[in-house]
């Protein structure tokens, strides 16, 4: 019983444009959303996250997106560039319930020079 | 500011073996997880520590699998015995006591042949 889905398990994308990496989730008690990146032989580095009180929160070139009536968050990258060649994991908590982060199987994200 | 340290690195073991991994949080990280990590899924929760003391365990296989943090900083978790669905990498985290942000370090690699 996956709750945390990322359905895309590879996405290529070209320098400077935008990279759009999606998230679905099933448990309705969800409400914090962290992503995550990881590079090879390395642990995941937190790099966004938003509670469900917000729709949108931004970090330079990073935005996340949630929509709580589909179930869905995405992350944007623009303008993407190769460095951020990496996986990018989507992991969910229901924080008021004192439950611990779920993570998606992971989406590997590949910027071609 | 140092980062999570984890050992070894790398582990090849038969099954029915016993093994066990090592793991230094950040200095002053109160909270404390493991995570198991099967390729092409993402890290599973698998114990969470609050200095000495387990928080949840509910994930752990008890049957083999046990984890200790005596002095409420350095944790190792062991495996005995060993089977084959074990292999995977498994991660060590710690975070601040409440923050929702992780610190991973690099993970310990598995092979149980």
């Known amino acids: 019983d996956q709750q945390v889905k990322q359905n895309s398990p590879s996405l290529s994308v070209q320098e400077g444009r935008i990279s759009i990496l999606n998230c679905d989730y099933t448990n309705s008690m969800f409400d914090y959303f962290l992503w995550y990146k990881k590079y090879p032989a390395e642990g995941p580095t937190f790099l966004i996250s938003?509670?469900?009180?917000?729709d949108k929160n931004e970090d330079g070139r990073f935005t996340v997106f949630l929509n709580k009536s589909a179930k869905h968050l995405s992350l944007h990258i623009v303008p993407s560039q190769p460095g951020d060649s990496a996986v990018y994991f989507c992991?969910?908590?229901?924080?008021?319930?004192?439950?611990?982060?779920?993570f998606g199987p992971g989406t590997r994200l590949s910027v071609l020079p | 500011e140092a980062g999570v340290a984890q050992s070894p690195r790398y582990k090849i073991i038969e099954k029915r073996q016993s093994v066990a991994f090592w793991c230094n949080p950040i200095?002053?990280?109160?909270?404390l997880y493991w995570y198991q990590q099967i390729l092409g899924q993402g890290p599973k929760l698998l114990i969470q520590?609050?200095?000495?003391?387990?928080?949840?365990d509910s994930q752990l296989p008890k049957d083999r699998f046990s984890a200790e943090r005596l002095k409420g900083v350095d944790s190792t978790l062991k495996i005995q015995p060993a089977k084959l669905e074990d292999s995977a990498v498994y991660l060590c985290?710690?975070?601040?006591?409440?923050?929702?942000?992780?610190?991973f370090g690099p993970g310990t690699r598995l092979t149980v042949t």
């Open positions: 985290a710690s975070s601040l006591a409440g923050a929702q942000e992780q610190y």
């Open positions: 992991a969910a908590s229901a924080l008021d319930y004192g439950q611990n982060f779920v």
């Open positions: 938003i509670s469900s009180i917000k």
């Open positions: 200095s002053g990280h109160a909270t």
């Open positions: 520590f609050q200095n000495n003391g387990v928080v949840d």
